[in-house]
């Protein structure tokens, strides 16, 4: 079945005339890989919410807790695969000589999708961080034998190389993301609820600097006073008519 997209015809016309595109997407683009959002009805783990166990506060109470949330997030990102949409995203950043995808997700479905280098603003649930001497390492591929697991060099408790809340963005990350929205001609918002600060606001930055703003999210999000065109439908359905409109331009 096709889709209407006119909606975000002037997205397109956009695109055809080469204008930069920077792509900002949450975790709706996963949903359909198998992965819960964090603000859906199966977010919840255990009868608590991601808010109150992805803080340095809940591990430093009760890292066996945030671990094990963790362990079960990472089961199912080991089981994922990319999706139309992951892969609709490549397709375009493989097509447009000026793409940049960022990303709150930490699932790396857009890198297994094939895109190059998206802009991991909340890091990598596939990693794991010593919280003593920092050292990074992939995660083991399998349940840790016994949480929380210890740093093998320093002895310290790991975590999952991820941000949490209260905590500040990679450096690089955030400047290279508000460069890329401060410098497209348009902004696409996929996915995200658009509440999680200072993700959310790249729209806003996005717009002020004279960019066009659309958004694909079968909900209505805070974006969508600063969008042109809002798509309320899922990712994986619009996301490849978009790729398809473009390759038969
Ligand atoms: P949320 O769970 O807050 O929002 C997911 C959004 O995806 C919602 O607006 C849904 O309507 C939308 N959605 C659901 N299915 C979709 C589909 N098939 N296609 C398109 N959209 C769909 O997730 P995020 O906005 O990503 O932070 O959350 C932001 C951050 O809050 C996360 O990165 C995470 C979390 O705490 C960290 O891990 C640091």
């Keep these: 079945m096709s889709v209407d997209l006119s909606p975000i015809r002037p997205f397109l016309d956009e695109l055809k005339a080469g204008r930069p ?10 949903a359909e890989s198998g992965l819960p959002t964090f603000r859906g009805a199966d977010g919840l783990w ?16 009760d890292p066996v807790k945030v671990w094990r949330f963790y362990e079960w997030r990472r089961e199912k990102v080991r089981a994922a695969k990319p999706n139309a949409a992951h892969v609709a995203l490549a397709t375009l950043e493989a097509m447009l000589p000026q793409m940049t995808l960022i990303t709150q997700n930490v699932d790396e479905l857009h890198r297994a999708a094939g895109s190059r280098n998206p802009i991991e603003l909340h890091g990598s649930i596939m990693r794991d961080r ?20 210890l740093c093998r060099r320093c002895g310290a408790r790991l975590r999952p190389d991820v941000v949490w809340f209260g905590e500040m963005l990679p450096e690089r990350a955030w400047r290279d993301a508000e460069d890329a929205a401060l410098s497209s001609g348009v902004f696409l918002v996929v996915g995200t609820s658009a509440v ?48 398809r409109a473009l390759e038969s331009s």
């Design 21 to 30: 595109l920077a792509v900002l997407t949450g975790a709706g683009v996963s």
């Design 46 to 61: 255990d009868g608590n919410r991601p808010e109150d166990l992805a803080t340095p506060e809940a591990f430093a109470r």
């Design 130 to 149: 010593c919280s003593g001497c920092g050292v990074v390492t992939p995660e083991p591929g399998a349940p840790f034998p016994e949480l929380p697991p």
């Design 196 to 243: 999680v600060a200072p993700a959310s606001s790249l729209g806003l930055i996005a717009a002020r600097a004279g960019s066009r703003v659309f958004e694909i999210n079968p909900e209505a999000t805070p974006i969508a006073p600063l969008a042109e065109g809002s798509f309320r439908t899922s990712a994986s359905e619009v996301l490849p008519e978009i790729v």
